[in-house]
């Protein structure tokens, strides 16, 4: 399996997030003016301040010709993983529902913390474990707190696409209703704030991190 | 060319964390009584065919689901 990693000019995390790939399959990086996907099996938009995030966080990076690319990818099924400045880009470029904006403290927040996964259906762990599962993961953003409207909150929980909650009391950023991480209507794009790519080795304290490099693997499989 | 000045705001209901922390500011410095302060950017271009500045806005000046925007005409009347 051959992960593709998008690096956008003011990206930061493009290197752990290719290692983490690394670890589950071949890797490279897709340079942000490269338009052909060709041979990837699943895309990673990784964190860092893409085009500086002036305007928005995302909003420029949506233009870009790796990110058309991306969207084309995800409109044929193939699995796309947006990780923090990556899932701002994805809902910025209406692959995912919602929105990130400013946290609610107005601080930056960088801590170890928990998420509840949700049960997948498509997105489904590899043991295909209906339980709830929690994630020891690290988040580090300034702008992480997701909203919807009230009735894009209601649908997209009505039809299982919250995939990623923080832990009751660790809600960082102020998100509506605990959302750490959303994924489209197929199933295939999946974004979050945090940072799983930090968390897939004992030496860093959690290796939870995998758990969802392989949710996306599980999406080609 | 026309000239415009894009004004972008949080909509109404979205919490404005920047907003308030000015709000609260405010008395500290002796300015009592301001209320409901909501914080936006402003962008001023100017645009062969201005027909087209709400298409712009929509895409990338603003993002539809959390913000309003206006249009003003900066070229007199």
């Given at each position: 399996?051959?992960?593709?990693?998008?690096?956008?000019?003011?990206?930061?995390?493009?290197?752990?997030?290719?290692?983490?790939?690394?670890?589950?399959?071949?890797?490279?990086?897709?340079?942000?003016?490269?338009?052909?996907?060709a041979g990837v099996d699943a895309v990673v938009v990784p964190g860092g301040f893409s085009y500086g995030d002036y305007l928005r966080a995302g909003a420029i990076a949506r233009f870009s010709p790796a990110m058309e690319a991306v969207a084309e990818f995800a409109a044929a099924g193939g699995p796309v993983l947006g990780i923090c400045?990556?899932?701002?880009?994805?809902?910025?470029?209406?692959?995912?529902?919602?929105?990130?904006?400013?946290n609610e403290d107005l601080r930056f927040t960088c801590r170890q913390l928990e998420l509840l996964a949700a049960p997948f259906d498509r997105?489904?762990?590899?043991?295909?474990?209906?339980?709830?599962?929690?994630?020891?993961?690290?988040?580090?953003h300034g702008e992480g707190r997701y909203y919807a409207p009230q009735e894009m909150l209601d649908q997209i929980e009505a039809s299982g696409q919250v995939a990623y909650r923080y832990a009751?009391?660790?809600?960082?950023?102020?998100s509506l209703r605990d959302i750490a991480g959303v994924r489209n209507e197929a199933g295939n794009v999946l974004g979050l704030m945090p940072h799983p790519e930090?968390?897939?080795?004992?030496?860093?304290?959690?290796?939870?991190?995998?758990?969802?490099?392989?949710?996306?693997?599980?999406?080609r499989a | 060319m026309a000239r415009a000045r894009v004004l972008i705001r949080p909509k109404e209901g979205i919490l404005d964390p920047q907003g308030k922390a000015v709000e609260r500011?405010?008395?500290?410095?002796?300015?009592?009584?301001?209320?409901?302060?909501?914080v936006g950017r402003m962008v001023e271009l100017e645009a062969e065919d201005p027909e087209r500045l709400s298409e712009l806005c929509e895409k990338l000046l603003a993002n539809p689901l959390i913000e309003d925007y206006e249009i003003e005409s900066?070229?007199?009347p």
């Open positions: 399996m051959l992960w593709g990693v998008v690096q956008f000019p003011g990206s930061c995390d493009e290197r752990d997030a290719l290692h983490a790939c690394s670890l589950l399959g071949e890797a490279r990086m897709v340079w942000h003016e490269e338009c052909d996907l400045n990556g899932f701002q880009v994805l809902c910025e470029a209406g692959l995912l529902p919602g929105a990130l904006l400013r997105l489904t762990t590899p043991e295909g474990g209906q339980s709830i599962e929690r994630l020891a993961i690290p988040a580090k009751p009391g660790q809600n960082p950023n102020g930090h968390a897939v080795d004992p030496l860093t304290g959690s290796t939870d991190g995998l758990r969802v490099f392989e949710a996306v693997a599980a999406v | 500011a405010l008395p500290a410095l002796g300015f009592d009584g301001v209320e409901h302060v909501r900066l070229d007199g």
